[in-house]
């Protein structure tokens, strides 16, 4: 696979407290230079970086990020205020706890909610997979697929470990077919992204393969 190629499946990531204007400008031109799927960038940039990259590139933003713990109708105003501003891709977190808690049907109905807002807008399920059990993997591929969401999301990479092959080998074989992949957290080499997309994936969440391709270190998201 070309390297060219590889850079389609990246939404080129910045996600860190403190970025500044200065930086999310330089990911948004970043990304336009190398023909990236996205920027994934914090909320408060978004009107800002739409107003910037007009139609030449898709926008996407966080929900209920990093923990997922805020209230449904916290993530439906967010949903709704993020694409207000111009946003064409939301990336929400879900409830941890609640999976803990086996409040299926609630976290089914809160991916239903912001997907309904989302209309015809994707809507990625982040399910922190380095924080479930396998059983709680398959149970969340499951979900997503009756919640009518566009892609499950393997990580937040703000937790303790970020995307791997097995969870992206266990998402293929059980959400449904209308249901995509993001791998995203710790993808660290073109070997790695090719990798994941073999085995699956359809987007890759990282700001390190730009990086390497700018032959800069490859730290970060």
């Not at 993020?82 to 609630?106: F, H, Q, S």
């Not at 809507?123 to 149970?139: A, G, S, Y």
Request: glycine share 8%; hydrophobic share 40%.
């Amino acid at each position: 696979m070309e390297t060219k190629d590889i850079v389609t499946y990246v939404d080129h990531t910045l996600l860190t407290q403190g970025a500044t204007w200065k930086e999310i400008k330089q990911i948004c031109d970043d990304a336009l230079t190398y023909g990236t799927a996205s920027v994934c960038i914090p909320p408060s940039y978004v009107k800002q970086a739409k107003d910037y990259v007009q139609d030449a590139m898709a926008v996407c933003t966080v929900i209920g990020f990093p923990n997922g713990y805020m209230t449904t109708a916290t993530k439906v105003f967010e949903t709704e205020d993020a694409l207000a501003n111009g946003a064409d891709e939301i990336d929400m977190v879900i409830n941890i706890g609640w999976l803990k808690d086996k409040k299926y049907k609630e976290i089914e109905e809160e991916i239903r909610r912001i997907k309904e807002v989302c209309g015809k807008k994707i809507l990625k399920v982040i399910i922190e997979t380095c924080l479930l059990t396998e059983e709680e993997k398959v149970v969340m591929c499951d979900i997503v697929t009756k919640a009518g969401a566009d892609y499950i999301k393997t990580s937040t990479g703000f937790s303790t470990a970020g995307a791997t092959f097995a969870d992206v080998e266990l998402f293929a074989k059980h959400v449904g077919p209308q249901v995509k992949i993001k791998a995203a957290g710790g993808i660290s080499s073109l070997e790695d992204a090719e990798k994941f997309i073999s085995l699956g994936a359809s987007r890759l969440g990282t700001s390190r393969i730009i990086k390497l391709l700018k032959q800069e270190t490859a730290t970060g998201y």
